[in-house]
Protein backbone atom coordinates (compact mmCIF):
# COMPACT_ATOMS: atom_id res chain seq x y z
CA UNK A 1 0.00 0.00 0.00
CA UNK A 2 1.76 3.37 -1.12
CA UNK A 3 1.83 5.78 1.82
CA UNK A 4 -0.40 8.50 2.06
CA UNK A 5 0.56 12.04 2.75
CA UNK A 6 -2.18 14.53 4.33
CA UNK A 7 -1.25 18.79 5.05
CA UNK A 8 -2.38 20.31 8.14
CA UNK A 9 -2.53 24.04 7.56
CA UNK A 10 -3.27 26.17 10.74
CA UNK A 11 -2.49 29.56 11.95
CA UNK A 12 -0.10 28.16 14.09
CA UNK A 13 1.98 26.12 11.88
CA UNK A 14 1.27 24.02 8.36
CA UNK A 15 2.55 20.41 8.38
CA UNK A 16 2.03 16.73 7.05
CA UNK A 17 0.75 13.75 8.59
CA UNK A 18 2.40 10.19 6.87
CA UNK A 19 0.82 7.05 7.46
CA UNK A 20 1.43 4.14 5.72
CA UNK A 21 3.18 0.58 6.52
CA UNK A 22 7.09 0.56 7.92
CA UNK A 23 7.43 4.70 8.22
CA UNK A 24 9.54 4.31 10.94
CA UNK A 25 12.80 2.80 8.84
CA UNK A 26 12.54 5.45 7.19
CA UNK A 27 12.43 8.11 9.36
CA UNK A 28 15.82 9.79 8.82
CA UNK A 29 14.86 10.31 5.46
CA UNK A 30 11.49 11.56 5.99
CA UNK A 31 12.50 14.36 8.41
CA UNK A 32 14.97 15.39 6.07
CA UNK A 33 12.79 15.62 3.24
CA UNK A 34 10.55 17.87 4.79
CA UNK A 35 13.64 20.21 6.37
CA UNK A 36 13.33 19.15 10.24
CA UNK A 37 17.31 20.49 11.47
CA UNK A 38 18.14 19.39 14.72
CA UNK A 39 21.48 18.08 16.88
CA UNK A 40 19.78 17.32 20.37
CA UNK A 41 16.56 15.14 20.20
CA UNK A 42 14.45 13.97 23.47
CA UNK A 43 12.32 10.90 22.78
CA UNK A 44 9.72 10.54 25.14
CA UNK A 45 8.61 6.92 25.14
CA UNK A 46 5.47 4.99 26.01
CA UNK A 47 7.22 1.62 28.26
CA UNK A 48 4.90 -0.04 25.72
CA UNK A 49 6.23 0.56 22.85
CA UNK A 50 8.19 -2.32 21.10
CA UNK A 51 11.78 -2.43 21.81
CA UNK A 52 12.55 -3.50 18.36
CA UNK A 53 10.71 -0.37 16.98
CA UNK A 54 12.92 1.71 19.74
CA UNK A 55 15.63 0.15 17.88
CA UNK A 56 14.58 1.22 15.06
CA UNK A 57 13.93 4.54 15.55
CA UNK A 58 17.26 4.78 17.20
CA UNK A 59 19.15 3.98 14.62
CA UNK A 60 17.52 6.53 12.54
CA UNK A 61 18.61 9.04 14.30
CA UNK A 62 22.20 7.83 14.90
CA UNK A 63 23.41 11.37 13.79
CA UNK A 64 21.83 12.88 16.25
CA UNK A 65 22.53 13.72 20.14
CA UNK A 66 19.79 11.18 21.94
CA UNK A 67 18.04 11.11 25.13
CA UNK A 68 15.43 9.05 26.53
CA UNK A 69 12.40 9.40 28.61
CA UNK A 70 10.40 6.03 29.02
CA UNK A 71 7.15 6.88 31.00
CA UNK A 72 4.41 4.83 32.12
CA UNK A 73 1.29 6.30 29.75
CA UNK A 74 -1.72 6.12 32.03
CA UNK A 75 -3.97 9.06 32.49
CA UNK A 76 -3.14 8.73 36.46
CA UNK A 77 0.15 9.99 35.02
CA UNK A 78 -0.98 12.36 32.83
CA UNK A 79 -0.69 15.41 34.79
CA UNK A 80 2.36 18.51 35.27
CA UNK A 81 4.28 16.15 37.30
CA UNK A 82 4.92 14.19 34.43
CA UNK A 83 5.87 17.19 32.41
CA UNK A 84 7.72 19.01 34.78
CA UNK A 85 10.38 15.59 34.42
CA UNK A 86 10.57 16.27 30.58
CA UNK A 87 10.83 19.48 31.46
CA UNK A 88 13.90 19.20 33.82
CA UNK A 89 15.74 16.74 31.43
CA UNK A 90 15.60 19.60 28.46
CA UNK A 91 16.84 22.35 30.96
CA UNK A 92 19.34 19.99 32.24
CA UNK A 93 20.66 18.57 29.13
CA UNK A 94 20.50 22.38 27.66
CA UNK A 95 18.28 22.06 24.86
CA UNK A 96 17.76 24.80 22.55
CA UNK A 97 14.65 26.02 20.80
CA UNK A 98 16.21 24.41 17.37
CA UNK A 99 16.60 20.89 19.00
CA UNK A 100 13.33 18.31 18.99
CA UNK A 101 10.95 16.63 21.65
CA UNK A 102 9.88 13.07 19.78
CA UNK A 103 7.03 11.47 20.98
CA UNK A 104 6.77 7.99 20.27
CA UNK A 105 3.31 6.44 22.09
CA UNK A 106 -0.58 6.54 22.54
CA UNK A 107 -3.02 9.68 23.30
CA UNK A 108 -1.82 10.52 26.35
CA UNK A 109 1.80 10.19 25.94
CA UNK A 110 1.63 12.85 22.66
CA UNK A 111 -0.23 14.92 24.85
CA UNK A 112 2.18 15.37 27.50
CA UNK A 113 4.90 15.77 25.15
CA UNK A 114 3.59 18.19 23.02
CA UNK A 115 2.51 20.09 26.22
CA UNK A 116 5.69 19.94 27.75
CA UNK A 117 6.99 21.04 23.98
CA UNK A 118 5.21 24.10 24.02
CA UNK A 119 6.16 25.46 27.28
CA UNK A 120 10.01 25.14 27.02
CA UNK A 121 11.17 28.21 26.16
CA UNK A 122 7.75 29.16 24.88
CA UNK A 123 7.69 26.38 22.16
CA UNK A 124 10.96 23.59 20.89
CA UNK A 125 10.25 21.84 18.26
CA UNK A 126 7.99 18.53 18.42
CA UNK A 127 7.35 15.40 16.52
CA UNK A 128 4.54 13.25 17.17
CA UNK A 129 4.70 9.05 16.48
CA UNK A 130 1.32 7.95 17.61
CA UNK A 131 2.05 3.92 17.73
CA UNK A 132 -2.29 3.33 18.85
CA UNK A 133 -5.27 3.46 16.45
CA UNK A 134 -7.07 6.31 18.84
CA UNK A 135 -3.79 8.06 18.34
CA UNK A 136 -3.27 7.88 14.86
CA UNK A 137 -6.82 8.93 13.57
CA UNK A 138 -7.61 11.62 16.66
CA UNK A 139 -5.25 13.27 19.40
CA UNK A 140 -2.31 13.23 17.42
CA UNK A 141 -3.93 16.21 14.72
CA UNK A 142 -4.91 19.41 15.36
CA UNK A 143 -2.61 20.26 18.31
CA UNK A 144 -4.54 19.92 22.01
CA UNK A 145 -2.16 19.41 24.29
CA UNK A 146 -2.70 18.83 27.63
CA UNK A 147 -2.58 17.34 31.80
CA UNK A 148 -5.11 16.16 33.58
CA UNK A 149 -6.09 17.64 36.97
CA UNK A 150 -7.60 16.08 40.09
CA UNK A 151 -10.86 18.78 38.91
CA UNK A 152 -11.10 16.85 35.54
CA UNK A 153 -9.48 15.86 32.47
CA UNK A 154 -7.39 18.22 29.69
CA UNK A 155 -8.37 21.32 32.09
CA UNK A 156 -4.69 22.60 31.86
CA UNK A 157 -2.96 22.51 28.51
CA UNK A 158 -1.89 24.59 25.37
CA UNK A 159 -3.18 24.31 21.19
CA UNK A 160 0.57 23.36 19.72
CA UNK A 161 0.99 22.24 16.64
CA UNK A 162 3.94 20.01 15.97
CA UNK A 163 6.24 19.90 12.65
CA UNK A 164 5.19 16.18 11.54
CA UNK A 165 3.41 13.56 12.27
CA UNK A 166 4.22 9.88 11.17
CA UNK A 167 1.48 7.13 11.39
CA UNK A 168 3.07 3.70 10.93
CA UNK A 169 0.45 1.19 10.64
CA UNK A 170 3.19 -1.50 11.90
CA UNK A 171 2.91 -0.36 15.19
CA UNK A 172 -1.41 -1.26 15.33
CA UNK A 173 -0.15 -4.85 14.93
CA UNK A 174 0.94 -4.88 18.38
CA UNK A 175 -1.99 -3.69 20.17
CA UNK A 176 -4.45 -5.02 22.53
CA UNK A 177 -8.21 -5.55 21.60
CA UNK A 178 -9.13 -2.99 23.66
CA UNK A 179 -6.78 -0.27 22.27
CA UNK A 180 -8.60 -1.31 18.70
CA UNK A 181 -12.04 -0.79 20.11
CA UNK A 182 -11.19 2.25 21.53
CA UNK A 183 -9.64 3.91 17.88
CA UNK A 184 -12.44 2.79 16.43
CA UNK A 185 -14.52 4.44 18.39
CA UNK A 186 -13.08 7.82 17.40
CA UNK A 187 -13.61 7.05 13.91
CA UNK A 188 -16.99 6.25 14.07
CA UNK A 189 -17.35 9.66 15.96
CA UNK A 190 -16.12 11.40 12.51
CA UNK A 191 -18.32 9.57 10.60
CA UNK A 192 -21.35 10.37 12.31
CA UNK A 193 -20.40 14.13 12.68
CA UNK A 194 -19.30 14.58 9.24
CA UNK A 195 -20.13 11.89 6.26
CA UNK A 196 -22.68 9.54 5.96
CA UNK A 197 -20.65 8.12 2.77
CA UNK A 198 -18.05 7.75 5.54
CA UNK A 199 -20.33 5.80 7.90
CA UNK A 200 -21.64 3.76 4.90
CA UNK A 201 -18.00 2.30 4.26
CA UNK A 202 -17.30 1.53 7.85
CA UNK A 203 -20.73 -0.46 7.75
CA UNK A 204 -19.69 -2.72 5.14
CA UNK A 205 -15.97 -2.92 5.53
CA UNK A 206 -15.58 -2.88 9.79
CA UNK A 207 -14.18 -6.36 10.22
CA UNK A 208 -11.77 -6.13 7.52
CA UNK A 209 -10.96 -2.29 9.69
CA UNK A 210 -10.92 -3.98 12.92
CA UNK A 211 -8.27 -6.72 11.91
CA UNK A 212 -5.91 -3.99 9.97
CA UNK A 213 -6.40 -5.53 6.75
CA UNK A 214 -4.59 -3.40 3.47
CA UNK A 215 -6.18 -1.09 2.21
CA UNK A 216 -8.98 -0.86 4.64
CA UNK A 217 -6.85 0.29 7.51
CA UNK A 218 -5.09 2.98 5.93
CA UNK A 219 -8.17 4.25 3.98
CA UNK A 220 -9.60 4.53 7.70
CA UNK A 221 -7.35 6.11 8.74
CA UNK A 222 -7.22 9.00 5.72
CA UNK A 223 -10.77 9.41 5.71
CA UNK A 224 -10.67 9.96 9.10
CA UNK A 225 -7.80 12.39 9.51
CA UNK A 226 -9.37 14.11 6.75
CA UNK A 227 -12.39 15.20 8.61
CA UNK A 228 -10.31 15.87 11.36
CA UNK A 229 -8.14 18.26 9.58
CA UNK A 230 -10.68 19.77 7.79
CA UNK A 231 -12.32 21.05 10.85
CA UNK A 232 -9.24 22.15 12.82
CA UNK A 233 -8.25 24.16 9.87
CA UNK A 234 -11.47 26.26 9.72
CA UNK A 235 -11.56 26.52 13.91
CA UNK A 236 -8.24 26.05 15.16
CA UNK A 237 -8.92 27.07 18.90
CA UNK A 238 -12.46 25.36 19.24
CA UNK A 239 -13.88 28.98 19.26
CA UNK A 240 -17.31 27.39 17.55
CA UNK A 241 -16.96 24.47 14.88
CA UNK A 242 -14.29 22.36 16.31
CA UNK A 243 -16.60 21.62 18.80
CA UNK A 244 -18.30 18.93 16.68
CA UNK A 245 -15.02 16.72 17.84
CA UNK A 246 -16.45 17.11 21.44
CA UNK A 247 -19.30 14.50 20.07
CA UNK A 248 -19.79 12.43 23.16
CA UNK A 249 -16.81 13.70 25.20
CA UNK A 250 -19.17 15.87 27.92
CA UNK A 251 -20.39 12.46 29.09
CA UNK A 252 -17.15 10.48 28.28
CA UNK A 253 -14.79 12.60 30.77
CA UNK A 254 -17.41 12.60 33.30
CA UNK A 255 -17.45 8.64 32.90
CA UNK A 256 -13.73 8.36 33.19
CA UNK A 257 -13.36 11.07 36.34
CA UNK A 258 -15.92 9.44 38.24
CA UNK A 259 -14.15 6.12 38.02
CA UNK A 260 -11.18 8.01 39.29
CA UNK A 261 -9.49 7.21 35.72
CA UNK A 262 -9.21 3.74 36.82
CA UNK A 263 -8.10 0.85 34.06
CA UNK A 264 -12.06 -0.52 34.39
CA UNK A 265 -12.57 2.16 31.61
CA UNK A 266 -10.45 3.94 29.10
CA UNK A 267 -10.56 6.77 27.32
CA UNK A 268 -12.11 5.31 23.97
CA UNK A 269 -14.35 2.93 25.79
CA UNK A 270 -15.52 5.91 27.52
CA UNK A 271 -15.78 7.74 24.31
CA UNK A 272 -18.07 5.37 22.76
CA UNK A 273 -20.22 5.06 25.80
CA UNK A 274 -20.32 8.88 25.65
CA UNK A 275 -21.50 8.49 22.04
CA UNK A 276 -23.72 6.09 23.16
CA UNK A 277 -25.52 8.18 25.37
CA UNK A 278 -25.61 11.39 23.33
CA UNK A 279 -27.14 9.24 20.68
CA UNK A 280 -29.83 8.46 23.49
CA UNK A 281 -30.36 11.69 24.57
CA UNK A 282 -30.17 13.03 21.29
CA UNK A 283 -33.56 11.21 20.30
CA UNK A 284 -35.33 11.57 23.63
CA UNK A 285 -35.53 15.26 22.91
CA UNK A 286 -36.32 14.54 19.05
CA UNK A 287 -33.64 15.71 17.61
CA UNK A 288 -32.39 12.38 16.10
CA UNK A 289 -34.95 10.15 14.18
CA UNK A 290 -35.35 6.98 15.19
CA UNK A 291 -34.40 5.05 12.00
CA UNK A 292 -31.13 6.71 11.75
CA UNK A 293 -30.74 6.12 15.81
CA UNK A 294 -31.35 2.33 15.29
CA UNK A 295 -28.33 2.16 12.36
CA UNK A 296 -25.95 3.62 14.37
CA UNK A 297 -26.75 1.26 17.42
CA UNK A 298 -26.74 -1.85 15.45
CA UNK A 299 -23.28 -0.24 14.14
CA UNK A 300 -21.78 -0.14 17.74
CA UNK A 301 -23.59 -3.54 18.45
CA UNK A 302 -22.12 -4.96 15.31
CA UNK A 303 -18.56 -4.41 16.29
CA UNK A 304 -18.98 -5.10 19.93
CA UNK A 305 -18.11 -1.92 21.32
CA UNK A 306 -19.41 -0.74 24.71
CA UNK A 307 -22.53 0.63 24.85
CA UNK A 308 -24.59 0.07 28.03
CA UNK A 309 -23.76 2.43 31.00
CA UNK A 310 -25.28 -0.27 33.29
CA UNK A 311 -22.24 -2.23 33.25
CA UNK A 312 -20.12 0.87 34.37
CA UNK A 313 -22.56 2.95 36.80
CA UNK A 314 -25.29 2.75 39.20
CA UNK A 315 -27.87 5.29 40.14
CA UNK A 316 -25.46 6.73 43.18
CA UNK A 317 -23.11 7.76 40.89
CA UNK A 318 -25.45 9.94 38.88
CA UNK A 319 -24.57 13.15 40.81
CA UNK A 320 -21.42 12.77 40.60
CA UNK A 321 -21.01 12.36 36.91
CA UNK A 322 -22.91 15.63 36.65
CA UNK A 323 -20.77 17.05 38.87
CA UNK A 324 -18.17 15.97 36.53
CA UNK A 325 -20.24 17.54 33.48
CA UNK A 326 -20.65 20.54 35.08
CA UNK A 327 -16.48 21.25 35.28
CA UNK A 328 -16.35 20.22 31.73
CA UNK A 329 -14.01 23.10 29.99
CA UNK A 330 -16.40 23.47 27.13
CA UNK A 331 -18.99 25.37 29.51
CA UNK A 332 -19.24 29.13 29.88
CA UNK A 333 -22.64 29.10 31.56
CA UNK A 334 -24.12 27.02 34.69
CA UNK A 335 -25.41 24.87 31.89
CA UNK A 336 -23.76 21.76 30.53
CA UNK A 337 -22.94 22.45 26.91
CA UNK A 338 -23.34 19.13 24.21
CA UNK A 339 -22.85 18.10 21.22
CA UNK A 340 -25.33 16.59 19.69
CA UNK A 341 -26.69 14.52 16.38
CA UNK A 342 -29.88 15.44 13.61
CA UNK A 343 -29.24 12.98 11.67
CA UNK A 344 -25.76 10.94 10.68
CA UNK A 345 -23.03 13.58 9.14
CA UNK A 346 -24.74 16.20 11.06
CA UNK A 347 -24.06 17.32 14.42
CA UNK A 348 -26.15 20.34 16.43
CA UNK A 349 -23.78 22.22 18.07
CA UNK A 350 -24.09 24.36 21.77
CA UNK A 351 -27.39 22.73 23.18
CA UNK A 352 -27.27 23.77 26.60
CA UNK A 353 -28.95 21.97 29.43
CA UNK A 354 -29.72 22.41 33.19
CA UNK A 355 -28.05 19.74 35.39
CA UNK A 356 -32.09 18.60 36.57
CA UNK A 357 -32.83 17.35 32.90
CA UNK A 358 -29.61 15.45 32.75
CA UNK A 359 -29.87 13.88 36.08
CA UNK A 360 -33.49 12.83 35.07
CA UNK A 361 -32.07 11.36 31.92
CA UNK A 362 -29.35 9.50 33.30
CA UNK A 363 -31.53 8.26 36.31
CA UNK A 364 -34.12 6.80 33.06
CA UNK A 365 -30.85 5.16 31.74
CA UNK A 366 -29.60 3.58 34.67
CA UNK A 367 -32.72 2.49 35.59
CA UNK A 368 -34.63 1.11 32.24
Known amino acids: MKTKRLIVRTNQEKYPIFIGAGLISN ?26 K ?13 F ?57 KFINIPTTLLAQVDSSIGGKTGVNTKQGKNLIGSFYQPKLVISDTDFLNTLPKREIICGYGEILKHSLISSKKFFLFLNKNFNNILKFRSPHIEKTIYESCKIKRDVVEKDEKEQNLRKILNFGHTFAHAYEASLNFSKKLNHGEAVILGMTTALNFSK ?85
Open 27 to 52: LNKIIKNEKINFIKCLLILDKNVPKK
Open 54 to 66: IDIIRKELKDNKV
Open 68 to 124: ILYINANEKNKNQRTANKILEILLNKNFSREDILISIGGGITGDIAGYAASLFKRGL
Open 284 to 368: SNNFLPSNEFENILDHIKNCNLPNNIKKYFFLKDVNKIISFMINDKKNSTNKINLILLKKIGTPLINKKFGKEKLKIFLDKQLRD
